[in-house]
């Protein structure tokens, strides 16, 4: 492809992500706010959060890499896929059976007998992920971004029913696994129907030990990623109980999980997009800039909207018990704008090639980290200390994942924060326009506060960014529209 067709399959891949990503946060939110208003409690919501927020890096084993390698190679011929397509069936079995037998390990160490069969219940998502990871990988690998968001939209929609279903017939915190293992089977279904590809039976392990050792390499700094940033989970849910860890979750789903989601619009394209314009230096630069600015455009508006009314969105979108974990939203609001930024690093390394750099930054954030969380369930009281170790430990990650990609670029600090020191300038704007809005509706229910919060930032936000960033709604049409 030329670097024209490339940039703009990348600018209608950001579109139709951002589609999907919005789709599918609206109906997670809705999901998680119906079963904890109504259906579940705290301490369930504890339970599931133990189990479930080890399932990012258990994932990342049972690939072994291979979906990396698959987008960053060039010439990946149908015997390579096909043997990459059963390895991972493999690797998912033995991940499999592995849980199976560590789970009442688990569930003894946390003295809550349940966790051993929902344990096992999720663990069947590493048996259908491998269903449809390699056609995944050459469909993010040709930027057809379009087919995946059909696929995503689908399979959340699916998500959603079956979790709001369960819970209302009276399975209570089942229904977060339930819901999990119905979008997990969509995908496996609708991923490979996309691509119209199937594998043949062939098995060449020699074939893919090049990507192994690739994958080996850019999944060892995810795979830290994943450990690190869910260890303050177990520590809080070891340390405080789990009703403790329902309430701090409550705060993070509030800040970092949309932070997540939003950075993940561009993060999903990031990689095959820099792994294709790798020998183009002055593209990557001017891609990554386009990137972070994207980034910040939909995440800092949130960011303030939760500084702003915390007590409020917790209240409404969760329940009145949840508010005390205001606080630690607003903390966790902090990093949750290092976060966005710092979700691009990873794949501009891995698309340069240099995974061995990515694993260097996640070995210093994960020591740094967890160092931080573990200090903090010896010595902490509250889910706030924990938001706290947050904040004391990322900028330190932060600021070497920086100095590592500008280095490979060759870019200036100043030269880059030039580039996007307008954006958060107007978005500051209208988070001190919504702040004022929110004061002045002081008395009114929490539902109007927010409301009133929420349209102020986004109503002003939208309005300076469309008159100087050039973003609006006729220029994301176009790019859905390619």
Not at 10 to 31: H, Q
Not at 427 to 441: M, P, Q, S, T
Not at 459 to 475: I, K, M, Y
Request: include cysteine.
């Amino acid at each position: 492809m030329s670097a024209d067709t490339i940039s703009r399959r990348v600018d209608r891949g950001v579109a139709w992500v951002g589609l999907a990503t919005s789709f599918v946060a609206v109906f997670d939110l809705a999901a998680l706010a119906l079963l904890l208003h109504i259906w579940v409690s705290e301490e369930e919501f504890g339970l599931v959060s133990v189990v479930a927020t080890m399932f990012g890096a258990l994932q990342l084993i049972g690939e072994g890499g291979l979906p990396a390698a698959v987008i960053q190679r060039e010439d990946a011929d149908e015997d390579r896929l096909s043997t990459v397509y059963w390895f991972g069936l493999g690797l998912g079995a033995l991940g499999y059976a592995t849980i199976w037998l560590v789970a009442p390990l688990i569930a003894d160490t946390y003295d809550r007998p349940i966790l051993a069969p929902l344990f096992r219940v999720f663990g069947l998502i590493l048996v259908l992920r491998p269903l449809y990871t390699t056609q995944q990988a050459v469909l993010r690998r040709s930027l057809r971004f379009k087919e995946l968001a059909v696929v995503r939209i689908v399979a959340n929609t699916l998500e959603f029913g079956v979790k709001v279903g369960t819970a209302a017939g009276g399975l209570g915190l089942w229904a977060f696994a339930l819901g999990a293992l119905a979008r997990e089977l969509t995908y496996a279904i609708g991923v490979p129907l996309q691509l119209g590809w199937r594998p043949r039976f062939v098995f060449r392990a020699r074939s893919i030990a090049a990507d192994l050792r690739f994958g080996i390499r850019a999944n060892g700094g995810e795979l830290l990623f994943q450990i690190y940033s869910n260890l303050d989970y177990q520590v809080v849910a070891y340390a405080f109980g789990p009703a403790a860890l329902g309430i701090y979750r409550a705060a993070y789903e509030l800040v970092l999980e949309p932070v997540r989601f939003l950075s993940g619009i561009v993060t999903v394209v990031a990689f095959p997009a820099f792994s294709r314009m790798r020998a183009d230096r002055a593209e990557l630069i001017e891609q990554l800039i386009a990137f972070v600015r994207q980034n910040l455009m939909v995440v800092l508006p949130l960011v303030g909207v939760i500084l702003i009314a915390a007590e409020d969105a917790l209240t409404v979108f969760l329940g009145a018990k949840y508010a005390v974990a205001a606080d630690a939203a607003r903390i966790l609001a902090i990093v949750g704008i290092l976060r966005a930024l710092s979700h691009l690093g990873p794949p501009l390394l891995d698309g340069l090639g240099r995974p061995d750099l990515t694993l260097r930054y996640q070995a210093i954030a994960a020591f740094v980290l967890s160092s931080s969380f573990v200090a903090c369930g010896r010595f902490g009281s509250s889910i706030d200390d924990m938001a706290l170790a947050w904040v004391v430990g990322y900028p330190i990650a932060f600021v070497a994942l920086g100095v590592l990609v500008l280095d490979q670029l060759a870019l200036p600090v100043g030269a880059f924060f030039k580039r996007i020191w307008r954006l958060g300038a107007l978005v500051g704007i209208a988070c001190a326009v919504g702040f004022a809005a929110h004061l002045a509706a002081e008395g009114l229910g929490p539902a109007v506060r927010l409301g009133i919060a929420t349209a102020s930032v986004l109503a002003v936000g939208g309005v300076l960014l469309a008159r100087f960033e050039g973003l609006s709604p006729l220029a994301i049409s176009r790019r859905l529209r390619g």
